[in-house]
T-cell receptor
Framework: DAKTTQPNSMESNEEEPVHLPCNHSTISGTDYIHWYRQLPSQGPEYVIH???SNVNNRMASLAIAEDRKSSTLILHRATLRDAAVYYC?????????????FGTGTRLTIIP | GAVVSQHPSRVICKSGTSVKIECRSL??????MFWYRQFPKQSLMLMATSNEGSKATYEQGVEKDKFLINHASLTLSTLTVTSAHPEDSSFYICSARDLRGQKLFFGSGTQLSVL
C-alpha cells in the first residue's frame, strides 16, 4: 500500500475550524483516500473518504489536491469530542485488498 | 449505521490461560473481518484477516497457533489468545466491512491484561 505522512500532533481551539494535512506522494490512480479517527480507549471510526473530488459529509470535509499527492481533512467547528487520533489511509479498492494499514496518525488536541 | 459488537471489553487473566474475544456484525453480513492489536501510544497493527468458512490469513510475524481465529458464520469471528503471557497484554480490535460500501466498521476493542 502507498504510504501517507501526517504530522504527529496538532492543537486547535474549540469552535474553530481544523485542517489536518496528509501527504501521499506515491498514491496510485486507483487508491482511495480514507480518513478514520480513534477516540481514547475506543476502536477507530470512519470519517470520510474520496478519490478525486472534494467530499462533504456531516462529520467533515475532505479536500483533495488536484495532483492527488496530498489531502486535507477539515473539521468545520471543532468540539472537545473531536479530540482523537486521525488516520489518513490509502486503499486500492480495485485489487480487492480490503485491509486497512494504519500509520501513526495525527493526535488532535482541542483547547477549551 | 452498521455496528460491530466486540466482547468482552476488558479481560484480566492469569499467565498460561486462554482468552476468547468475540466480534459480531449486528446488522450486516461480513464475509471478511480483520483483527488488529494496539499497544499503548502506538498505532493499530493488523494481525490477521478472517474469512468466513476458510482459514484466516495472518500477517508476517503473527503466530497462527497462538492467535486462533474462527469465522464460522457471516456475522461472527472469534480470536482466541492461547496460553497468554504478559507480553500479549494489549488492546485488540476487530473490524468488518459492509459489503454494500467501502467503509470499515470497528468494534470498541478488548483490553487484555495478562498477569
Amino acid at each position: 500500500d502507498a504510504k501517507t505522512t501526517q504530522p504527529n500532533s496538532m492543537e486547535s481551539n474549540e469552535e474553530e475550524p481544523v485542517h489536518l494535512p496528509c501527504n501521499h506522494s506515491t498514491i496510485s490512480g486507483t487508491d482511495y483516500i480514507h480518513w478514520y479517527r480513534q477516540l481514547p480507549s475506543q476502536g477507530p471510526e470512519y470519517v470520510i473518504h474520496g478519490l478525486t473530488s472534494n467530499v462533504n459529509n456531516r462529520m467533515a470535509s475532505l479536500a483533495i489536491a488536484e495532483d492527488r499527492k496530498s489531502s486535507t481533512l477539515i473539521l468545520h467547528r471543532a468540539t472537545l469530542r473531536d479530540a482523537a487520533v486521525y488516520y489518513c489511509i490509502l486503499r486500492d479498492e480495485r485489487r480487492g485488498n480490503e485491509k486497512l494499514t494504519f500509520g501513526t496518525g495525527t493526535r488532535l488536541t482541542i483547547i477549551p | 449505521g452498521a455496528v460491530v459488537s466486540q466482547h468482552p471489553s476488558r479481560v484480566i487473566c492469569k499467565s498460561g490461560t486462554s482468552v476468547k474475544i468475540e466480534c459480531r456484525s449486528l446488522d450486516f453480513q461480513a464475509t471478511t473481518m480483520f483483527w488488529y492489536r494496539q499497544f499503548p501510544k502506538q498505532s493499530l497493527m493488523l494481525m490477521a484477516t478472517s474469512n468466513e468458512g476458510s482459514k484466516a490469513t495472518y500477517e508476517q510475524g503473527v503466530e497462527k497457533d497462538k492467535f486462533l481465529i474462527n469465522h464460522a458464520s457471516l456475522t461472527l469471528s472469534t480470536l482466541t489468545v492461547t496460553s497468554a503471557h504478559p507480553e500479549d497484554s494489549s488492546f485488540y480490535i476487530c473490524s468488518a466491512r459492509d459489503l454494500r460500501g467501502q467503509k470499515l466498521f470497528f468494534g470498541s476493542g478488548t483490553q487484555l491484561s495478562v498477569l
